[in-house]
């Protein structure tokens, strides 16, 4: 049971993030039982994200296998949100074939020669794939803006081009699903601490995140304005709350449950010439 995820964290038409509460743990095992302890709780939580992973599996197998459909799942969200840590704990466990994480980086010379969606769109999933974006095509009209490297003007034209390309997507059969990670300024500034607390960890750490950090007011209301343009329902937006891993791991993995059950999947029937044959 996943317990409708798609309509309870789909994100309203007049978002505003500092309404939404980034310790939000609706989905969690404690939520439905406050008797359960904290650490019995995640362990339940962990067991629960692990059995929708194999269902999501299973799924994939047939989306791969009837080569009809696409999904793009698209990740956002501030410094330290957990988008490579969603990645490692939902799709480790599934099989790479038909399977693809991208990490969109600062734009190359030769990218940045080209329209700001040529790198995104060489990336897009084929027939039978998952791909997901480790940032994607909204750095564009996010940091770009926050920089003051586009203005208003721009960014609306953006907007459109955007709609524009991901109505494109929909149409020739790929299902998008947009994430925001929503951590709170507190749960980020622990984040980049433990990164310098630990030598381990330090090689995460880059002293732009400081600068990064300082604008977070300007990031959270481009992510506003971006989320609120770009929601569709055929490329719909979800804001994630995402100060617990766990939990957090949870919800993605529900949504994505969701999205694929509704797909009708299934494997192509058998070829009626195979019918005969027979391995000496």
Not at 64 to 81: F, I, P, S
Not at 86 to 96: E, G, K, N, Q, Y
Not at 242 to 259: D, G, P, Y
Request: hydrophobic share 35%; charged share 30%; aromatic share 8%.
């Amino acid at each position: 049971m996943t317990h409708n995820a798609r309509q309870r964290f789909r994100a309203p038409s007049k978002l505003k993030l500092r309404d939404k509460d980034a310790d939000d743990a609706t989905f969690s095992s404690r939520a439905a039982n406050p008797k359960l302890g904290k650490s019995r709780a995640k362990t339940l939580d962990i067991e629960r994200t692990a059995a929708l992973i194999d269902r999501i599996a299973a799924l994939q197998d047939k989306l791969y296998a009837q080569r009809k459909q696409k999904v793009l799942l698209v990740l956002q969200g501030m410094d330290t949100a957990g988008k490579d840590g969603t990645v490692r704990a939902l799709f480790s466990r599934i099989s790479p074939m038909g399977l693809r994480a991208v990490a969109f980086r600062a734009p190359t010379d030769n990218e940045l020669a080209h329209d700001y969606l040529w790198r995104v769109h060489q990336h897009v999933p084929v027939s039978g794939e998952i791909a997901i974006f480790n940032r994607s095509h909204y750095e564009d009209v996010l940091i770009t803006r926050v920089q003051g490297l586009i203005d208003d003007d721009e960014c609306k034209r953006r907007y459109a081009q955007i709609r524009d390309f991901e109505r494109m997507l929909t149409e020739t059969g790929t299902v998008i699903i947009k994430v925001f990670l929503h951590i709170s300024r507190e749960e980020q500034r622990q984040r980049l601490q433990e990164r310098l607390d630990d030598p381990d960890k330090q090689w995460k750490f880059n002293p732009e995140d400081i600068k990064q950090r300082a604008k977070w007011d300007d990031y959270q209301r481009v992510y506003e304005k971006a989320i609120r343009e770009t929601n569709a329902p055929h490329a719909p937006w979800y804001v994630v709350p995402a100060n617990s891993k766990t939990h957090r791991n949870l919800v993605i993995a529900s949504l994505l449950l969701e999205t694929l059950e509704g797909m009708d999947l299934h494997y192509p029937p058998p070829h009626p010439d195979l019918s005969s044959f027979t391995v000496a």
